[in-house]
């Protein structure tokens, strides 16, 4: 039976788990829908995640946005979509430590920082949607 979880609950959980160098992790409650993060001990106030949190039978791990591919391989599509003569450059700037500080210095200057979140944003949430889907999780907005 598929487990309702809200789309925007979902989403602002994948911003937290992406955002953690690996620190960070999320876990769906199969049976409640209830998502529950977990990591470093700074999360302790976050509330009681349950001791059987790695059961996968009982809890699905909510992926970060390298999991569904929404790293550098986005990163050069947008080039290839939107910044076809940068293209050589980025893939240069994504060779080195700091790309994306980098990157966004580039957006700046070809004044392309609106465009690239318009990009960043849908990709993920059609991928994030169909992770939805291949997970059995039904999305309530």
């Known amino acids: 039976m598929p487990v309702s979880v809200s789309f925007a609950e979902l989403l602002n959980t994948l911003e937290f788990v992406s955002g953690g160098s690996g620190e960070h992790s999320a876990s769906i409650s199969r049976a409640s829908g209830k998502i529950y993060w977990h990591g470093d001990s700074d999360l302790d106030e976050l509330g009681d995640v349950p001791d059987d949190i790695e059961d996968e039978t009982k809890y699905i791990a909510i992926p970060d946005k390298r999991d569904l591919d929404l790293g550098s391989r986005l990163v050069f599509a947008f080039a ?62």
Do not use: M, V
């Not at 979140?117 to 169909?130: G, I, K, P, Q, V």
């Open 80 to 141: 290839r979509e939107c910044l076809p003569d940068d293209y050589d450059e980025i893939r240069a700037i994504f060779s080195r430590r700091g790309a994306y500080g980098q990157f966004k210095t580039l957006l700046a200057r070809r004044r392309a920082i609106d465009r690239w979140h318009a990009f960043e944003d849908e990709a993920t949430e059609r991928a994030l949607r169909a992770w939805c889907a291949d997970n059995e999780i039904e999305l309530t907005d």
